[in-house]
Structure formats: C-alpha cells, structure tokens
C-alpha cells in the first residue's frame, strides 16, 4: 500500500522567513496531495491541495510543488508569522473514487516572533 | 455555519468499559471518516462511509471496535471493552462527494484516555 515519509519533523524558523516541509510517496498512482494544517486542541484543516496534473499551486504566502517523476511534494511558506505554527501534514491518496487519505507522520512548525 | 460536531471531547473510562463516541458530519455531506491519531502511529483511517453505507473498515483495529450509521447525520464508533492501548484523540471528517477527491473537514476530536 502508499506509504508517506515527511521531513522534518520539527522546524524552527524566524518569524518572515521561510519554511520548507517535504514528503514522499511511494505508489506512482497516487493523484491527489493535500496539506492539513493542526493546530493544538483540534482538527487538522486542509490549507492547499495538488492533483497531479499540476505542478505547483500557490494560494497568497503558501504554495506547494509535485515532482511526479521523483515521488516527492512541497509545502512551501513564505513570510512566516506565529499564527503560522501548528502541526502539518502531508497526505496522499489514489483513485477518483473512495479518496481514502494516507497522512505523513507530521512536521511540528514553530515560528519566533 | 456548523462544522464537524463531535461529543465527547474528552472521555476518560477505566479498562473494561464500553466507550462511545459521537458524530455529527456537516449538513449535506454524504461521505464520513473516523480517524484516531496518536503519537507512535500517526493518523489512521479507521473506516469510512459513504451515504450511511460502511465502504472500508479495514483500518478497524480489533472486533472490540465497532461504528455505526443510522442515517445521514449521526454516526458512533463503538468501544467495547475498552483497553489502555486504545487511549488516543479519536477524529470524525465529512465531506461531500465520492467521485474524487473532496476536502475532508475534521471535528475538533475526542481525546480518550482509559486507565
């Protein structure tokens, strides 16, 4: 079955730079990459996705990049504020119908004012 | 506009005990997940519906676990007896479609603990 690996798993960045978290996949088939977002006390929240026709998507500070070729997307941020940190997570999942979601294991962003 | 309800948020039972955890999905939504995540393994389907109908309950744990949909706006995830294992904040999303991939919102989570 599809299998997520996420990188790191703890980041620290200076509130305006920018934050890069990386996953992998291994099922080629896999066709749909979202990101969640969690913050303390609550649910993980969908901030960006990406079908693998595309291979980037921007929405204002936050963007993400597929490389089909070699498995691997990108959450990428730009202009980090504190509001920023939270858990993320990466997800992959195949198939136009039952879009059953598999997670990575988390990246725990923390953002210094 | 109300979310993903989920009752309750915080459920602490000793081992043995039957634990029952609520669901409500958003109005309209026609697909429902129940998720648990912990620390060692992360976030895990547990099973999936789609119009009231169990399609995949293969993340399903043990027999112990059980979950039900009566109709389009409630659904339960039944421990019984429960274990210290089990202790984990236990998730329920919704979301709108089967055809593709749909946005999954998620409830704000029960957090279980059993002793």
């Known amino acids: 079955g599809e299998n997520v690996e996420q990188h790191p798993s703890t980041l620290s960045v200076q509130e305006g730079d920018s934050a890069v978290i990386k996953c992998t996949y291994s099922d080629s088939a896999s066709n749909y990459f979202p990101w969640y977002k969690q913050e303390l006390g609550k649910g993980p929240q969908l901030i960006i996705d990406?079908?693998?026709?595309?291979g980037e998507k921007k929405d204002q500070r936050i963007a993400v990049t597929l490389n089909k070729t070699a498995k691997h997307f990108s959450l990428h941020i730009t202009e980090t504020q504190p509001e920023d940190s939270a858990v993320y997570f990466c997800?992959?999942?195949?198939?136009?119908?039952?879009?059953?979601?598999?997670f990575g294991t988390g990246t725990r962003l923390l953002v210094s004012p | 506009d109300a979310g993903v309800i989920q009752s309750p948020r915080h459920e602490v039972t000793e081992m043995g005990q039957e634990v029952t955890l609520r669901c409500k999905p958003i109005?309209?939504?026609?697909?429902l997940f129940w998720y648990r995540q912990t620390m060692m393994r992360g976030l895990e389907l547990l099973i999936y519906?789609?119009?009231?109908?169990?399609?995949?309950d293969s993340g399903m744990p043990e027999d112990r676990f059980s979950a039900k949909m009566p109709n389009a706006s409630f659904s339960t995830l039944k421990i019984q007896p429960s274990e210290p294992r089990d202790s984990a904040v236990y998730f329920c999303?919704?979301?709108?479609?089967?055809?593709?991939?749909?946005?999954?919102?998620f409830g704000p989570g029960t957090r279980l603990t059993v002793t």
């Open positions: 519906f789609n119009n009231n109908v169990p399609i995949d």
């Open positions: 997800a992959a999942s195949k198939g136009t119908g039952f879009q059953k979601l598999v």
């Open positions: 109005s309209g939504h026609n697909s």
């Open positions: 990406i079908r693998s026709n595309v």
């Open positions: 999303a919704s979301s709108s479609g089967l055809a593709g991939p749909y946005e999954q919102y």
